[in-house]
């Protein structure tokens, strides 16, 4: 079974990659990780673009769909 882990963010390049690293460290291998970017103006798309690729990120998703 697959598991699906979703962040939704705003503005956290001070916490994002400690967020994902706890994700990522887990023992559970069969795992999706999506990032929400919900707008954020620092760098916390380009951290988690550099710093986790294997996350799926989808920026300015706001009000989306």
């Known amino acids: 079974m697959k598991i699906s882990c979703v962040v939704v963010t705003h503005n956290s390049s001070g916490t994002i990659m400690k967020c994902l690293d706890s994700v990522f460290s887990q023992s559970y291998s069969d795992k999706e990780v999506f990032v929400v ?3 954020s103006f620092d ?3 380009d951290m988690v673009r550099s710093g986790h690729p ?3 990120l989808i ?4 009000n989306a769909g």
């Not at 920026?59 to 706001?62: M, V, W």
């Open 54 to 56: 294997d996350a799926k």
């Open 43 to 45: 760098e916390t798309a």
């Open 59 to 62: 920026s300015n998703a706001r």
């Open 37 to 39: 970017d919900n707008g």
